[in-house]
C-alpha cells in the first residue's frame, strides 16, 4: 500500500522531456520500434523472476544492463501513457477505439494481437489505462519499478517487502499497459 503523502507533482512525469511531454503518443510509438510486445513481456517476465527469487539478473554478455535499460524504458512509457490518457480525456476525444466488427480484420492483419486484454479492452484501450492507472498511479508505478529493480539486482528478496501476490497484480498491469499502448501505437500510427 502507498502511504506517502502525495505532492501535487507526485504524478507529474520525470523521465520525458518537454516535447515529449506535448506529444506523448510520440514516446508510446518509441517503445515498440525495436520489439513487438511479446519481446517486452519476455523482460517484464524475466524481470519479475529475478523479484521473487534468490537469484539476481546478470546478462552475461552486458550484466545489469538491460535491466537497467529495461526500466528507464517502461518509466519513460508508463509516463507518456499517462500523459497521452489524461490529454484524451480532458478533450473527451479518444482516437484508437475500434468497433467489435474490426476485432477480427486486425486480428487477421497484424503480426501481434494483444493477449492480455479483454475483447473490450482491446475494442477501447482507454479502458486499460484507466484501470491499471487507477490501481498504480504513476507514483506507486515508479516505486514499483524501482523496487524491482532493487530486488532484481540483489541476491537478496524480502517477501516482507514486496509480496508476491502484489507483484503477480503489478506484473499483470504492466503487460496490460503494454498491449494497450501497441493498440494505440498500430491504430494512430499515422497520427
Not at 535491466?67 to 482516437?95: G, K
Not at 501481434?112 to 491499471?132: A, H, K, Q, R, W
Request: aromatic share 14%; proline share 8%; glycine share 2%.
Amino acid at each position: 500500500m502507498y502511504d506517502r503523502p502525495i505532492a501535487p507533482w507526485e504524478h507529474f512525469p520525470k523521465t520525458l522531456t518537454i516535447s515529449e511531454l506535448l506529444n506523448p503518443l510520440k514516446i508510446i510509438k518509441q517503445y515498440f520500434n525495436t520489439e513487438l510486445p511479446r519481446k517486452k513481456f519476455d523482460m517484464i517476465d524475466q524481470w519479475r523472476d529475478f523479484v521473487l527469487k534468490y537469484d539476481y539478473y546478470n546478462d552475461p554478455n552486458l550484466g545489469p544492463e538491460p535491466l537497467l535499460s529495461a526500466y528507464d524504458e517502461n518509466l519513460r512509457f508508463m509516463e507518456a501513457a499517462h500523459l497521452f490518457l489524461l490529454d484524451q480525456n480532458d478533450l473527451n476525444y479518444f482516437p484508437g477505439r475500434i468497433s467489435e466488427k474490426d476485432l477480427d480484420v486486425e486480428r487477421r492483419k497484424w503480426e501481434y494481437y494483444p493477449m492480455t486484454l479483454s475483447d473490450d479492452e482491446i475494442i477501447d484501450p482507454y479502458v486499460t489505462l484507466e484501470s491499471c492507472f487507477k490501481e498504480f498511479p504513476p507514483q506507486l508505478y515508479r516505486d514499483r519499478l524501482h523496487e524491482w529493480l532493487h530486488f532484481a539486482l540483489s541476491t537478496q528478496t524480502n517477501y516482507d517487502v514486496v509480496p508476491p501476490d502484489e507483484v503477480i497484480s503489478f506484473h499483470k498491469c504492466i503487460k496490460q499497459l503494454i498491449d494497450a499502448g501497441w493498440l494505440l501505437k498500430k491504430r494512430l500510427n499515422n497520427h
